[in-house]
């Protein structure tokens, strides 16, 4: 468990066979810089109010309150009084949660895994759900207890969520469409907004205005956690933080840590130990 000498802590665990990745942690002010993830987010509020900028709207999550976010939904994330606020939250693998509520419905459930249509709800069992399922992937049990635990949560999201996505409002333009094309196919090179400004077919200018409004985030924001959300998958495998640095475009691995930091809450190389179970190389 990561601790600061404001008393915020960050307690991170990762099942390996699911890909499920668990928090639970505490802030008492600003706690994360607007990002997304590739991820299906599933959490609750357990203390405090929990601030956050989602679909173009501020959130206030109280004790209790569920929250869900789909992959590649910007946002950030602060303390609304002094005492601060802890929440538990799970990461899950988009394709690992895909085929397991297909296994649970007994047939196909779609394209896309869930569509939620609000950001904040209530449901006092799928709450529970979520601070077990957590429980068991930071201090399992046994295999089949963890597996019991998040087969729980499936069963909750497949049986108020599974069906077609609804259209989701205020469709991106095309030119900010084009450039996030572009930045997901060249996150790892040296881009420069000209260049993005050119395959989207406008100026760099009416390209930032265009993709903050839809995306909720600056071109170079996007592409910084483009390339973070790439080094997160790239260090779960075991990669090394310099060789993951030189592979998502970043100049060195103390600039990746300074952003992972940031976004994360931990460095690379907790993050792929915690993945791994190998040693920070640097270390030996």
Known sequence: MAQTQTNDWFDFARDAQSGTEAVRARFHAHAYDPHFHDQVLIGVT??????????????????????????????????????????????????????????????????????????????????????????????????????????????????????????????????????????????????????????????RFRLTRAFSAAYGLSPHAYLVQRRLNRARFLLSRGETPAAVAAATGFADQSHLGRWFRRAFGMTPAAYRRICTNLPDPQAA
């Open 46 to 203: 357990e203390q405090g109010v929990q601030q956050f900028r989602c679909r173009r709207e501020i959130h206030r999550s109280t004790p209790g309150r569920m929250i869900f976010m789909e992959p590649g939904e910007t946002h950030d994330g602060e303390a609304c009084a002094a005492d601060g606020f802890t929440y538990a939250m799970l990461y899950f693998d988009p394709a690992w949660l895909q085929q397991s509520a297909s296994l649970y419905a007994g047939r196909q459930t779609g394209e896309a895994v869930f569509h939620f249509p609000r950001t904040l709800d209530d449901d006092a069992a799928l709450a529970q759900a979520v601070r077990m399922a957590r429980r068991q992937i930071s201090a399992p049990d046994n295999r089949m207890a963890c597996d019991a635990a998040l087969d729980h949560v499936v069963a909750l999201l497949a049986q108020r969520f599974a069906g077609a996505p609804a259209d989701k409002p205020g469709r991106a333009p095309r030119v900010a469409k084009l450039a996030r094309e572009a930045m997901d196919a060249g996150f790892d090179g040296d881009l420069g907004l000209e260049e993005l400004a050119l395959a989207a077919g406008t100026d």
